[in-house]
């Protein structure tokens, strides 16, 4: 029973030691910080028996960020449990509402920590007429024990330009895959105010230059 009682707690030692900041932000891979204009993030950490759909903190002034899973043939089968989220298998979809202007392009990074016998690698959409292209992709082990599964993905992904809203899918397959929990920070490229003004101005001086050849 003691022995038992160790296991547990240790797997919520672990759980709780794998939710910090992704990795992507502390290897310093993706170059802004939280909060600056044009961006989104959004973090689930599953540690809770409540619905996982909207994450535990967030930041998406352009819509509320959800999750849903599914397994089998579309049936629901996962469940809560030793404080993570566990499915069997798990197939999930993250869809992230974006800035709706159509600026050049969006940079978007994905991390989720999880235990598993084998993964379907994330994918991100973003529908016809636009271009994705990968940029990043790790997946790593947590432990140096062979015998612990316990592994964390992280992807990177621009999208040219950037969409009104894109979608994350990504499985664990065979059984008792558990997912501890998952992160995604997104950046548009938004124009500086200050370079449309003198893109405007060069515009401008170009057309005066123009005028003033042609009455030459």
Same mark, same amino acid.
């Given at each position: 029973?003691?022995? =038992?009682?160790?296991?547990? %707690? /240790?797997?919520? +030692? ?10 992507? @932000? ?7 910080? !939280?909060? @600056? ?23 998406? *002034?352009? /819509? ?51 235990? /598993?016998?084998?993964?379907? *690698? ?12 990968? =940029?990043?992709?790790?997946? &790593? ?5 062979? #015998?612990?599964?316990? !592994? ?8 040219? *330009? ?5 979608? =994350?899918?990504?499985?664990?397959? /065979? ?6 929990? +998952?992160?995604?920070?997104?950046? %548009? =490229? +938004?124009?500086? *105010?200050? #370079? ?13 230059? &123009?005028?003033?050849?042609? !009455?030459?």
């Amino acid at each position: 029973m003691k022995r =038992i009682f160790t296991i547990v %707690c /240790g797997f919520f +030692v672990f759980v709780a030691a794998v939710q910090a900041v992704p990795t992507y @932000i502390s290897d310093g891979l993706m170059t802004w910080q !939280r909060g @600056i204009d044009g961006s989104t993030w959004q973090d689930w950490t599953f540690d809770t028996a409540q619905n996982p759909a909207s994450p535990e903190q967030f930041y998406n *002034p352009y /819509g509320a960020p959800v999750i849903s899973f599914t397994g089998s043939n579309g049936a629901i089968s996962f469940r809560w449990k030793n404080g993570a989220w566990q499915g069997d298998p798990l197939n999930a979809e993250i869809v992230i509402p974006n800035n709706p202007q159509p600026n050049p392009s969006k940079t978007v990074w994905f991390e989720m920590v999880y235990q /598993g016998f084998g993964s379907v *690698p994330p994918t991100v959409y973003a529908g016809s007429g636009y271009s994705v292209d990968e =940029i990043y992709s790790a997946d &790593r082990k947590l432990n140096s024990n062979p #015998a612990d599964y316990w !592994r964390i993905m992280t992807m990177g992904w621009t999208i040219v *330009p950037n969409p009104q809203l894109e979608w =994350i899918t990504f499985s664990l397959v /065979g059984t008792g895959g558990f997912l501890t929990s +998952v992160s995604v920070d997104t950046l %548009c =490229i +938004v124009p500086v *105010p200050g #370079a449309i003004l003198l893109a405007g101005i060069g515009l401008g001086a170009v057309g005066l230059t &123009r005028k003033q050849l042609r !009455r030459i």
